[in-house]
């Protein structure tokens, strides 16, 4: 985790609003089953993560949840809502493993279709950009500005 763990997340299952998942090459975060969803993401990109594997849509629910935890499912979220991805698919299309494993639900929250596939597609193809010298670009995200409403499957909006 380059740029460090931002709110303290914890490996402890116990610590249920900031459980850190970082048994994953492609990516860490810190997921709050009280929302059920990330409160960040880490990840780096190079342009060794890049490659010819294309999108798979291989949507899975998150194995690496503890016990206890409200494990989302892969449905679709419903009209006005689309599933984003906060370390995007496009980010790793070195090789189908890597791909897959962006598509876990632990690193989706509901993003309003709008946002989604404009202004934020245009921020993660800008990103990649930076790394086209050859550089690494070190980024973290996540959710904000909760309206304490909750979709079906209970994930905060």
Not at 29 to 44: A, E, F, G, L
Not at 114 to 133: H, I, K, P, S, V
């Amino acid at each position: 985790m380059a740029l460090g763990n931002p709110d303290g997340a914890s490996t402890n299952p116990a610590s249920r609003t900031k459980f850190l998942i970082t048994q994953r090459a492609q990516y860490a975060i810190s997921y709050n089953d009280d929302t059920p969803q990330p409160n960040w993401v880490s990840w780096s990109y190079s342009l060794a993560d890049d490659g010819t594997q294309a999108r798979t849509d291989a949507w899975a629910t998150e194995e690496l949840l503890p016990s206890g935890y409200l494990k989302i499912g892969t449905a679709t979220f419903g009209t006005g809502w689309g599933r984003g991805h906060l370390c995007p698919s496009a980010d790793r299309t070195k090789d189908l493993t890597n791909n897959q494993v962006t598509f876990r639900m632990s690193n989706i929250i509901p993003q309003a279709a709008q946002n989604n596939q404009g202004l934020w597609a245009n921020f993660e193809d800008y990103c990649r950009t930076l790394a086209a010298d050859g550089d690494e670009v070190l980024i973290i995200c996540g959710p904000a500005q909760f309206t304490g409403a909750r979709l079906n499957n209970q994930m905060g909006i």
